[in-house]
């Protein structure tokens, strides 16, 4: 009985194994399809467009130059920005990914002021909507990034922001066009 009981322990277990080695993929892993669709963001563009007043900031007009290639063998995006804006000259970069496992687009940016955020987003046809929480000022904010495709050379773009209430605002809005 013990030997009858011991072979079948056995065979379960290789059969197991078996298994999940078949199930294994083969080298290592490849961007997916969600990873190749951040592929519209590649590039170099122009940004302009107007920051809002707001407790953290002056109104006024701003304008950037942005360059987003792949790296990590097409599994993330590097976006580096230098633009002037309402408080001056300003540098930015992020990275924009996807998280494959919980199913959401990621990004991570920090600029020269100090500033990091990190968001999670999705894709909805062709507006992409990234959200965040982040401290600011001892105060927690929701904010909202949504970018529409108008054509494969620009889209809008709308920076909002959510009061203690839940009214959204918007911080910044405008336009990035594709160089040629």
Known sequence: ???????I??????AAASTALAEAPAGPPKPGP?????????????????????PFGPAGKFTS?????WIMDGFFLKCSSE???????????????YDAENKVYTYYGVDSRGMGVPGTGSLEGKTWTYTSTMKMKDKTINS?????EVSPTEYSFKW??????????TMAEGKETKAK
């Open 65 to 69: 130059k942005d360059h987003c290639e």
């Open 1 to 7: 009985m013990k030997t009858r009981l011991l072979t």
């Open 160 to 169: 909002e922001m959510a009061d203690e209430k839940g009214n959204w605002m």
């Open 34 to 54: 969600e990873h190749k669709r951040l592929g519209y963001f590649a590039g170099k563009w122009t940004a302009e467009g107007e920051q809002k007043a707001n």
């Open 144 to 148: 909202r990034y949504v970018v529409t």
């Open 9 to 14: 322990g056995l065979l379960t277990l290789f």
């Open 83 to 97: 633009g002037k804006g309402p408080l001056g000259a300003m540098k930015g970069l992020g990275l924009m990914g």
